[in-house]
């Protein structure tokens, strides 16, 4: 498969940013010294959704964090699956996996929801940061839909060091946590 062109490319790479900022956030006790901090919209059994309010850069974003990986001995960092809205770039519904690696150069990874597989590309970032994107729009949504119909996703890619590696995510409560995303960024 080919990588997307230019402009979805460049929304997908800073949407790793965002992410990976968004998760360190919700992770982290509040400090106040932030400028933008996530916004809870709720939890929804296996799934939490947050806003984060930046002018033209808001986002709006569910995420949820695997039920198990394998194999278990190797060192990851953090772990997640997100579906992100940005209204001022007209994105809605951006599916994006964070593997706590940097991807082998070129990759796919592939995201099976309930025996119906998705491709998805990778591509590593300055902080040797790895995410995979769906290649394409009407793919995106068809990946939505059997998320919302299904009961796990579960993720297989190969590290840059070759290690394949699986993540299992229920999807409980995933449809609520993407209403919640677009109640709150329209």
């Not at 956030?25 to 106040?32: E, H, I, K, S, Y």
């Not at 793919?139 to 699986?166: D, F, H, P, W, Y």
Request: glycine share 10%; charged share 20%.
């Amino acid at each position: 498969m080919t990588r997307p062109a230019f402009p979805i490319r460049s929304v997908r790479a800073s949407a790793l940013g965002a992410a990976l900022i968004g998760a360190a956030l919700m992770l982290l006790p509040a400090t106040g010294a932030l400028a933008a901090e996530p916004v809870p919209l709720g939890t929804f059994t296996d799934w939490r959704a947050y806003k984060v309010t930046n002018g033209p850069n808001t986002i709006c974003y569910a995420l949820s964090q695997p039920k198990d990986t394998a194999p278990k001995n190797v060192k990851r960092g953090q772990i997640y699956v997100m579906v992100a809205n940005w209204p001022g770039r007209n994105v809605k519904g951006e599916v994006s996996v964070v593997a706590g690696y940097p991807y082998k150069k070129g990759s796919n990874v592939t995201a099976d929801v309930d025996g119906a597989k998705h491709t998805l590309f990778t591509e590593n970032d300055a902080q040797n940061e790895g995410g995979a994107w769906v290649q394409d729009r009407a793919s995106e949504r068809k990946l939505i839909s059997a998320m919302k119909r299904g009961n796990s996703l579960r993720v297989q890619g190969t590290s840059g060091r070759g290690t394949l590696t699986t993540d299992r995510y229920s999807l409980s409560g995933v449809t609520a946590a993407i209403k919640a995303i677009d109640d709150g960024c329209k």
